[in-house]
């Protein structure tokens, strides 16, 4: 606090002026002219402070016991509330947003913490800011970070996680075997319905196999008979055409 003639408020401060212990009025950044020996001003920033939230254990609604962070922004919006209405506005925020995140992650069960971070975020902003609105501050952020679970809980998950892929894995293979029987049914269908094409893809086979040259193919007489057949087949489908 200084009770000069004459002061300078920076761009980003705003200076409150006390007129024998008195808030007389709020000065704006610039030169700023004052009593002598009655008027004393202090200046209080109005710039966002980061404030770190310590880390601390809470014990969520599942009896979980975790380890968790957070910061917080606020900054200042009525520079002599902020002066008048509380003696450290700082140690204020920082003693009721640990309070704050304590009781609200304490009403909370665990997969809630982890997967609706963006939503506690928002409840403990709306809390501090409640709080702090009459201590002239907007708390305008609250970020929850650094969240720690025991080791066991983190095995657990990962076994977890783990059952969890190869559900996924069997019934794509299961899904894969009954679209595949399903393709196999069809084709029996076709098969039953004309004979001939199951002597097709037998020769389609054997050609696929006569391209390495290192293969021996035995035919026997029963499907020498179904080369026959296909022969005639084919010379009574050319002579009706």
């Given amino acids: 606090m200084t009770n ?6 920076r761009q980003y401060e705003k200076g409150v002026v006390f007129r024998l212990g008195k808030v007389q009025s709020v000065r704006e950044p610039g030169l700023r002219f004052m009593f002598p020996l009655v008027d004393r ?3 209080v920033s109005m710039r966002t402070v980061t404030m770190p939230i310590a880390s601390q254990q809470v014990i969520t609604r599942d009896n979980v016991s975790i380890a968790l962070a957070a910061v917080a922004y606020y900054r200042c919006v009525d520079a002599a509330l902020s002066l ?6 700082r140690q204020a925020i920082d003693q009721i947003a ?14 809630h913490v982890l997967s609706e971070t963006e939503q506690l975020n928002e409840r403990i902003k709306e809390i501090l ?12 952020m609250v970020e929850l970070k650094d969240i720690e679970l025991p080791e066991s809980l983190k095995r657990a998950m990962a076994r977890e996680a783990e059952a969890e892929r190869e559900k996924r894995a069997k019934i794509i293979a299961a899904e894969g075997e009954a679209l595949s029987v399903a393709k196999l ?23 696929e196999i006569s391209v390495e040259h290192n293969s021996t193919i035995v035919f026997p007489a029963q499907f020498l008979d179904s ?6 087949f084919v010379r009574s489908e050319v002579g009706a055409g």
């Fill in 4 to 9: 000069d003639i004459v002061a300078i408020v």
């Fill in 41 to 43: 001003m202090q200046k």
């Fill in 185 to 207: 049914a069809e084709a029996a269908d076709v098969i039953a319905a004309h004979p001939i094409a199951l002597q097709l893809r037998n020769l389609q086979v054997l050609s």
């Fill in 84 to 89: 008048v209405a509380i003696e450290d506005v």
């Fill in 227 to 232: 080369v026959r057949a296909i022969g005639g």
């Fill in 129 to 140: 800011d409640a709080t702090t609105e009459k201590w002239g501050v907007l708390v305008e």
């Fill in 98 to 111: 640990q309070t704050t995140v304590r009781n609200v992650i304490g009403r909370t069960t665990l997969d």
